[in-house]
């Protein structure tokens, strides 16, 4: 009697190839303001139609493409990213720590200035700091006990920044009716902050020179979440005997560099 053949063994679908394609199915689409057909795909990504059928079916009945419309037959409908998509998308954005992310960034400027950095947010009329990254100097500002303290957010580097963000109602809303003066060379005049923060608008980082503390000078750099809004700075701060002005230039372009690459791994790019 004759031995019968086994049937050979279905393989996946190419394996990872196939995981490949539908992730460029799906990236496909952040170019484009409006529905993809699957002939569209097709030529788009340099793929046979029925395999791009067949990963469009799969990745539909997961919800991550959805049907926008029909043009004649079904196999002409218009597809679009799905729900599920926009669910987990919301997810991977609250998960996002600012803290966790920054923290490596922080601790690199920190060794490449020298000085004290600092992660800060605003908070009303106040920045609050949420992390910090020591000096290596034996005088310093700070040693890490400073997460959690607030100051007036129109004497400080990072506050300017915070404050140069929000709209001119917003601003209106948060600035107390007085300027505290903590220094004499902390700004308290309304048309000298609004003045302040256009240049600081301008220039793309800001500075504290002896007006939040005597003998204390900060430059900071925004960080910008996924929409181009600034959610946070940070800054670089040390004793002035060490920081003298000299010195700002060049610390305000590490500084800046340090602030796109957070924003960056933010998910912000530059439009």
């Not at 484009?32 to 029925?50: I, P």
């Not at 204390?216 to 750099?221: E, I, N, Q, R, Y």
Request: aromatic share 2%; hydrophobic share 40%; no cysteine.
């Amino acid at each position: 009697m004759p031995t019968r053949k086994k049937s050979p063994r279905r393989q996946p679908y190419h394996g990872t190839q196939a995981v490949a394609r539908a992730v460029s199915i799906l990236k496909a689409f952040e170019s484009v303001n409006s529905g993809l057909t699957a002939v569209q795909l097709a030529e788009q990504l340099n793929l046979n139609r029925s395999t791009v059928h067949r990963l469009l079916s799969v990745l539909e009945a997961e919800g991550l493409v959805a049907r926008e419309s029909a043009i004649g037959e079904p196999r002409n409908s218009a597809y679009r990213l799905g729900p599920t998509l926009v669910s987990l998308g919301g997810l991977a954005l609250r998960q996002i720590n600012l803290r966790t992310i920054a923290l490596p960034h922080l601790r690199q400027l920190a060794h490449k200035s020298g000085e004290t950095v600092d992660l800060e947010i605003l908070v009303g009329s106040e920045v609050l700091i949420i992390e910090e990254a020591p000096a290596e100097h034996m005088l310093r500002v700070g040693v890490g006990d400073n997460i959690g303290a607030r100051y007036p957010a129109h004497a400080t580097s990072t506050g300017k920044l915070l404050l140069a963000d929000l709209s001119d109602d917003e601003l209106a809303d948060v600035l107390p009716k007085k300027l505290v003066a903590l220094t004499p060379h902390t700004l308290t005049s309304r048309q000298a902050l609004q003045a302040e923060l256009a240049r600081v608008r301008q220039q793309g980082w800001a500075q504290s020179w002896e007006e939040l503390e005597l003998g204390l000078a900060a430059v900071g750099a925004p960080i910008r979440g996924r929409d181009g809004n600034v959610i946070a700075a940070i800054s670089v701060s040390g004793p002035t005997a060490r920081l003298d002005r000299s010195h700002i230039n060049p610390l305000a372009t590490l500084v800046m560099e340090t602030g796109r690459r957070i924003s960056r791994d933010l998910g912000f790019t530059r439009r």
